[in-house]
């Protein structure tokens, strides 16, 4: 039996997803989108959020390598989280 599951954070990225599609593709929204491709990949239900990251990715032509590729740098250059006040905590459950 194929069950859908609700995400914990979904109300929380269902915002975060609404924000990405206003703003575009800053650093720290590049680090966000992937977080979120990750938190999301092969999760049970969440379809809309996993379509909507599908637009984002299309709108902002990007595929999932190069997203990965640029937030690497992202991160290697550090402090992308200080911006949002929380200083490098980052929630990837």
């Known amino acids: 039996m194929n069950k859908e599951q609700q995400h914990p954070q979904y109300s929380q990225d ?11 593709p800053t650093d720290l929204n590049l680090a966000e989108l992937a977080r979120l491709r990750i938190r999301y990949q ?33 991160h290697e250059a550090g402090g992308i989280y200080e911006s949002r006040g929380k200083k490098e905590e980052q929630d990837w459950s």
């Open 14 to 24: 269902s915002i975060a997803v609404a924000s990405l599609f206003q703003e575009g």
């Open 42 to 74: 092969g999760f049970p239900g969440a379809r809309d959020i996993q379509a909507k990251l599908d637009q984002i990715m299309e709108m902002w032509e990007l595929n999932e390598e190069e997203l990965f590729q640029k937030t690497r740098a992202i």
